[in-house]
């Protein structure tokens, strides 16, 4: 098994205290980007975790209003002991909570937080849970986004993939053993980086400019057209306290992109331009320079993102080779005058599509 293994704090020397410092004073005024994430989100070795709870009821809340059960999670420490943590489990989601789309549901898993003190899970309090549904490689598939995104900002959420028997006691008996992984909390990720997660409307052109371009076209790399600004859908809006400067986005949910490709995204009869492989920018407009700008973030990154596509072996050779191939039909359409104008420059929205009025030059 492998096993998380904490990271130790280098020694502080007086140059780190001036560093230190020195970035306190310029970031004061403005959000501190990239914070170290809680102890359970600075590793990529994979959890083995037990997780017992009555989970027939569990099914069973995933019509009409859920609640929370009660429930056991156990796990191997770094130095070889069984730590049993008291957690209660709740289903979540919209779509995938559906019986007819996936057979088991997404959890929320809540901590109680003294007794995670100096556990991996120290700090958490109640976290997503993303279950398997249909195809294990889906779920690898979905972590992988996030470890993407994790390279483009660290205005990102972190992921930590887990190994994970069900065991349900109810029955007295194992489920299955499967691939999941949690996601890192909201307000964890605006802490780290000096901002509060928010919860209003706005549009597009109420957002941060740049990152908001480098998220648009993420999820046109990605395929991913299940998001929307101005009803939060799979984005948490984060701003500073003060609301001194505009704010973020930072997105989540990447099961129906055209990366992940699930099987449940593929329903019979559907449009072409429906399907989850074909790529909409769905971002706004800006002008060539602009985009340009942003599309060397992507070309920088293309190795790294390569890279870790590559070396991710719990999918297989033809799996990743698919992957590939599909971010570089993304490269191919960056690369060349006439795909970018029809896939950026036709689709782009306007303010005029918000019924906002034209900014005065």
């Not at 490689?137 to 930590?160: G, H």
């Not at 948490?236 to 986005?249: E, G, L, R, T, W």
């Amino acid at each position: 098994m492998k096993f998380f293994k904490n990271i130790i704090s280098e020694k502080k020397s007086s140059f780190f205290l001036i560093i230190v410092f020195f970035l306190f004073f310029v970031f004061a005024t403005g959000p501190v980007w990239g914070g170290q994430p809680d102890t359970l989100f600075r590793s990529d070795d994979v959890v083995r975790i037990e997780l017992r709870a009555d989970f027939s009821a569990l099914q069973k809340d995933r019509e009409g209003d859920p609640q929370y059960r009660n429930g056991e999670l156990t796990y191997l420490s770094e130095n070889g002991d069984t730590v049993h943590l008291d957690v209660r489990l709740m289903v979540r989601g919209n779509f995938r909570r559906d019986p007819s789309i996936c057979s088991f549901p997404p959890l929320w898993v809540n901590f109680k937080k003294k007794e995670v003190e100096n556990t991996l899970f120290e700090n958490q309090d109640k976290l997503k849970l993303v279950t398997p549904c249909g195809s294990q490689e889906d779920v690898i598939k979905e972590y992988m986004v996030y470890k993407l995104y994790n390279e483009v900002t660290d205005l990102s959420m972190k992921v930590r993939l887990a190994k994970i028997l069900y065991f349900d006691t109810s029955e007295n008996r194992k489920l299955f053993e499967k691939y999941s992984f949690f996601l890192e909390d909201k307000d964890k990720v605006a802490e780290r980086n000096g901002l509060e997660a928010k919860d209003r409307f706005l549009t597009p052109f109420d957002l941060e400019s740049e990152s908001f371009k480098t998220l648009a076209v993420f999820q046109y790399l990605i395929g991913n057209k299940d998001w929307y600004v101005t009803s939060r859908k799979n984005l948490v809006i984060m701003q500073s306290d003060d609301f001194s400067k505009p704010p973020y986005a930072v997105p989540y949910d990447f099961d129906l992109s055209g990366l992940v490709n699930a099987d449940y995204s593929k329903p019979e009869g559907v449009p072409e331009y429906m399907l989850a492989s074909k790529r909409v920018y769905k971002g706004i407009c800006y002008t060539e320079d602009e985009f340009n700008n942003t599309f060397g973030l992507y070309l920088d990154l293309k190795p790294r993102f390569e890279s870790i596509i590559s070396n991710q072996t719990l999918l297989s050779k033809n799996t990743r080779k698919e992957i590939i191939r599909y971010i570089d039909q993304f490269y191919n359409v960056i690369e060349n005058q006439y795909l970018f104008n029809k896939e950026f420059c036709s689709t782009c929205q306007t303010r005029q599509d918000y019924n906002l009025a034209e900014l005065k030059k």
